[in-house]
């Protein structure tokens, strides 16, 4: 079983930026691909970013694509979210997650899900 547990969101200005952090923990020896994921009131949970164990592959939505950047820390067992240029749309919770497949995109591909952090972009 693997834990995760997010931490960094908040309220910001269109135009801002914040940095998510989730820190793994548990049976972190089975994770692989780490990952984000959103989800805005009354819509689908959707991909946001995803990053292999190497940290050589990294996946982005098309929405978030030169503005969010994925990295991790395998040592502390934590991936980052950096957001740049935040917008109104980028309001939602955001989830990490966790996965055994060196990449992974797909939700059924990721298998740990810590419980959200807010993040909510005014314009």
């Known amino acids: 079983q693997v834990q995760l547990v997010e931490s960094g969101g908040g309220l910001v200005q269109a135009g801002g930026s914040l940095r998510l952090s989730c820190a793994a923990s548990?049976?972190?020896?089975?994770?692989?691909?780490m990952g984000w994921f959103r989800q805005a009131p009354g819509k689908e949970r959707e991909f946001v970013a995803s990053?292999?164990?190497?940290?050589?592959?990294?996946y982005y939505a098309d929405s978030v694509k030169g503005r969010f950047t994925i990295s991790r820390d395998n040592a502390k067992n934590t991936v980052y979210l950096q957001m740049n240029s935040l917008k109104p749309e980028d309001t939602a919770v955001y989830y990490c997650a966790t996965g055994r497949s060196s990449l992974a995109i797909y939700r059924k591909e990721f298998d740990s899900w810590g419980q959200g952090t807010q993040v909510t972009v005014s314009s």
């Open positions: 990053i292999s164990r190497s940290s050589v592959s990294t």
């Open positions: 548990g049976r972190t020896f089975s994770i692989a691909a």
